[in-house]
Structures are given as structure tokens and as C-alpha cells.
């Protein structure tokens, strides 16, 4: 009833036509999606922050509290620092061509940094000049897993974190995305006494059992062992990048507040 | 399971097919074209009669909303579905009928998933890959090749969207409960009053979790059975 050519010719058709109605809907739809996930990336930065927003209320929200994006090379130097202007993120220091911090997908800087590119941006958020806060990305069970942890001023202490999966079990793995799991890491802390790099490390058994000490781990979770030991990995991967970024800041800190304690000792002398 | 299923499900149809030629068959809603949407909800219900879509069925229902979203989804598709393979019928080649079946479902589920995640971003993130799933879903093809390619477009799309209301008919029955129980709520709005919890009331956990959902399901066919004595098997 059918011959061949006509089969030939009918796929082909209804290939062609289905391929037209799907190109043309994604086209379409493109720039809402691409809004939606910007929404979401800055309800995850303002998460990390320590404030739950709404999709609604989100842009203008992170307009407020983000009051700069910088973003930092691998030596840990400032390249650019972007600030909002009347809402409308302008750069102001560094290398104006460089793209804003909110636009660095850190999956493409970190497969550059791996493969030996020197050439990387890694970005950072600041939270009203108190808070800052670097994404995170790495590999779980079944697929990617990402996060945004929120340092303080003497960028060690960790005041914030959250955590997102593309599918981890549910029940298992998935749970590192409760608040219950990423409520842990608030006043833990990435560098030892000495000022040595310890990263935080998801302990199974918990963190009492965690050898560097119980501040720099947290509890990981029960059956969900392949994904904890990726959020491990991810922390210590992503924030080794960050290190010298860490460490120049803590010496800048540092120095600040020595020369205020100076300032302060020097007062009764001259009395 | 899923041919198993198909048998029964094109013997349900064929009373519905019998070709009467009357006056009444040009009219839109028809008594004839209203009880294609009506008998999925009761003797011919895809979830509880023929026992297809049960893996979404257990997956989407903790919580009302992406129940509500998914049930939206599931009819649209099977609606369209089946008034596009109704109105190619007598051109699809039988040799490769399935896969222009298929061909069409996975065109409109990716349709849907593309505007969920343009105006619904959080339902969507919750619904996950279970809106990718509804190709997968053997309603949808059951409804194709037992009723869209043997007649014409708008009883196959009543039937659509017949099957799909009667399949969210039971996610929403299902989501109902589990969200009432499962965490208190009704579509996020707390329903169990505060003075409840301090009387000594707590949510009961398993009601979140996927067995729950199983159980919930099999009292929904036990009740449905028990007022349709023919649907009993001897």
C-alpha cells in the first residue's frame, strides 16, 4: 500500500516539520528561560547569604545586598571589580573588558584551569562588604552538583552555605540540598591555626570522627556517601583555585587591622 | 506489563468505536463524544482500571502543585497527541506507525517541558525529568494506537483529553492526601490548624515517601472497584 519512497518521503517530512516547530519554540522561549535561570542563580548567591527570597522579589533584593562582583585570577589578584550602578552592573576597577563575575560560568573557568590555562576568572560576590561569597562546582553520583559558601571578613570563617543537584537520590544524596545539611558548615573554617589550607571535609561517621579537627568538618550523610565525598571534593578543588585569593585578602585584613591596633597603642603614648 | 496492558485496553474502546450511523454522530458534544471525556474517570480510568502512568503517579505526588502541573501537561499532550495522529491516520504508513507515534509525543512533551521551564521555572526544577518522562508514559501511547488511528480527529482529541483529565484526576486525588497528611498543607497554605500540633499532632512522614503514594493508589482502586462490581476480577 505504502512504497518505500513514500516512507522515505514521509519520515523526511515529519523530521523536517518537527524540527522546525521544536527550533522555533526554543528560539522563542530562549530569552524567559534565560532570565529564569539568572533569577535562580541569584536566589542560590543570596541564599548563601543567609536570606530566602522569592522568584519575585529576587533582582531587586540582590541589587541591594550584592554590592560588588569581583573577579579574581589564579595568583589571587583582583582583575575586576564591577559595581551597580542604579541597578545596572558597570565596571569600576581593574580591567574594564573583563566580563562581570555574575557571567563567569565556573564550570568553563575550571575546565580551563585544568587544562593549564592561565588565563581564568574566578568570581566573587560581596555581600554589603561583609560577606563573601564564591560558587562552587563539582561531580556527585549521578550528575553535577554545585553550591555557593559565604565567607566572612577574615575569609576562614564560613557564614553560609547552600548546595543544588542536577539528580542525586532522593532521600540520600538529595539531601544536601536541606537546610538541615547546609546549616553545618556556619562557623566552620577553611584554614587551620598555622594558616594552613584544610578545606572542609563532609566526615562520614561525622565530624567528631575528622582527624584535622571537628571545624574543619561537617556530618555527612547517611547512604549518601559517593555524593558527600563529591561535595568534599568539590570544596577542597574549588577553593584550592581560591586559595591565594584567601590568603592575599587575610594578609590585607590583617595588615589593616595591625595597623589599627598600632594607631590605638600609639594614642596613649603620645597622651 | 506494557503489552499486557495495551490488550486490555483495546478491548474497553471498541464498545465506543461500534459505528452507529445516526444524526447525532455531526454533533460536537454528542452524548456519544461526551462519554469519551467522562469514562476515563470511572470504568475506564488509565490509572486505577488499566493500571498505566503508575511511576509518575508515585513520583509527582507529594505535593499538590506540580500534581496540578503535571496533570495540565499530561492532558495537553494526550489531547494533542492524538487529535495529530487522528488527523495523519490515514497517511501514516503501518510499518512505521510507532515511531511516528512516538515521533509526535516527544515533540509535544518537549514542547510542554520548554514552556514549563520559560513561565513555571520552579515547578518545573520540582517536576524534574518526570515531564521529560510523559513519552515514556503508556497512556499516552495506548490512547494512539487503541483509539487516534482508527477514528476521527475530534473524538481522538475528547478521548485525549479524556484519558489525561482521568489520569490527573487520580495525581490530584493522590497529591491531595499526601499533602494533607504528608506536611499539613494545601498548595503551600497551611490547612492543620497551630493548635493541632500542640494538642500532640505530628505529620505523618510517610506519607512523603513514594510507598505511600503506592498504598494510597491501591485503596483508590480498592474504593473504585468496590462501587463497580464488573470491574472485579473472577
Known amino acids: ?271 | 506489563m506494557k503489552e499486557k496492558d495495551m490488550k486490555r485496553q483495546e478491548k474497553a474502546p471498541a464498545k465506543v468505536q461500534s459505528p452507529k450511523p445516526s444524526g447525532e454522530e455531526n454533533r460536537l458534544f454528542s452524548a456519544k463524544n461526551l462519554k469519551l471525556l467522562s469514562r476515563p474517570f470511572g470504568a475506564d480510568n488509565p490509572v486505577t482500571v488499566q493500571v498505566l502512568g503508575i511511576c509518575s503517579a508515585l513520583a509527582v505526588t507529594v505535593k499538590l502543585q506540580p500534581a496540578l502541573v503535571m496533570a495540565v501537561s499530561v492532558i495537553v499532550v494526550t489531547g494533542f497527541s492524538n487529535l495529530i495522529i487522528s488527523l495523519l491516520r490515514n497517511t501514516i504508513p503501518p510499518r512505521i506507525r510507532i515511531i511516528v507515534q512516538l515521533t509526535v509525543i516527544a515533540t509535544l512533551v518537549i514542547l510542554v517541558d520548554q514552556v514549563l521551564k520559560a513561565v513555571a521555572y520552579d515547578v518545573s526544577k520540582q517536576l524534574s525529568v518526570f515531564v521529560g518522562l510523559i513519552i515514556t508514559n503508556c497512556i499516552v501511547m495506548g490512547r494512539l494506537e487503541a483509539f487516534a488511528m482508527a477514528n476521527k480527529p475530534w473524538p481522538a482529541f475528547l478521548d485525549g483529553i479524556g484519558n489525561g483529565a482521568g489520569y490527573g484526576f487520580i495525581l490530584i486525588v493522590v497529591a491531595f492526601l499526601r499533602e494533607l497528611f504528608g506536611s499539613g498543607t494545601l498548595l503551600g497554605f497551611k490547612v492543620i490548624p497551630e493548635s493541632f500540633y500542640q494538642a500532640g499532632y505530628v505529620n505523618n512522614g510517610l506519607f512523603i515517601l513514594p510507598p505511600m503514594a503506592l498504598i494510597v493508589l491501591g485503596v483508590i482502586i480498592w474504593v473504585h472497584r468496590s462501587f463497580n462490581p464488573n470491574l472485579i476480577e473472577k
Not at chain 1, 527550533?23 to 535561570?37: D, G, H, K, S
Not at chain 1, 522568584?55 to 540582590?62: D, P
Open chain 1, 1 to 271: 500500500m505504502f512504497s518505500n519512497k513514500y516512507i522515505f518521503l514521509y519520515t523526511s517530512g515529519l523530521v523536517v516539520a518537527v524540527a522546525v516547530v521544536l527550533a522555533l519554540t526554543a528560539i522563542l522561549l530562549q530569552p524567559m528561560q534565560e532570565r529564569n535561570r539568572e533569577v535562580a542563580k541569584m536566589q542560590e548567591i543570596l541564599k548563601a547569604a543567609g536570606q530566602t527570597v522569592s522568584s519575585e522579589e529576587a533582582v531587586e533584593i540582590y541589587n541591594d545586598l550584592i554590592t560588588a562582583e569581583w573577579t579574581v585570577d589564579r595568583q589571587g589578584a583582583l582583575v575586576s571589580e564591577y559595581r551597580n550602578v542604579k541597578s545596572d552592573w558597570k565596571a569600576v576597577d581593574g580591567n574594564l573588558k573583563a566580563p562581570r563575575a555574575f557571567d563567569c560560568d565556573l564550570k568553563t573557568q575550571l575546565g580551563q584551569a585544568a587544562s593549564g590555562s592561565k588565563d581564568v576568572l574566578f568570581p566573587v560576590f560581596v555581600c554589603r562588604d561583609s560577606l563573601y561569597i564564591v560558587p562552587l562546582q563539582g561531580k556527585g553520583l549521578w550528575g553535577p552538583i554545585w553550591g555557593y559558601l559565604a565567607l566572612g571578613k577574615d575569609f576562614n570563617t564560613v557564614w553560609g552555605a547552600t548546595f543544588g543537584h542536577k539528580g542525586e537520590t532522593p532521600g540520600l544524596g538529595a539531601e544536601i540540598a536541606e537546610d538541615a545539611f547546609q546549616q553545618q558548615f556556619i562557623g566552620k573554617q577553611l584554614f587551620d591555626t598555622l594558616g594552613g589550607f584544610t578545606s572542609i571535609t563532609v566526615q562520614k561517621g561525622g565530624a567528631d570522627k575528622y582527624a584535622g579537627g571537628s571545624e574543619h568538618a561537617v556530618d555527612a550523610i547517611s547512604g549518601g556517601t559517593m555524593t558527600s565525598n563529591g561535595v568534599t571534593a568539590m570544596l577542597s578543588d574549588c577553593l584550592e583555585y581560591y586559595r591565594p585569593f584567601f590568603q592575599n585578602m587575610k594578609a590585607r585584613m590583617q595588615a589593616e587591622a595591625d595597623t589599627a591596633a598600632v594607631a590605638e597603642q600609639q594614642v596613649p603614648v603620645l597622651e
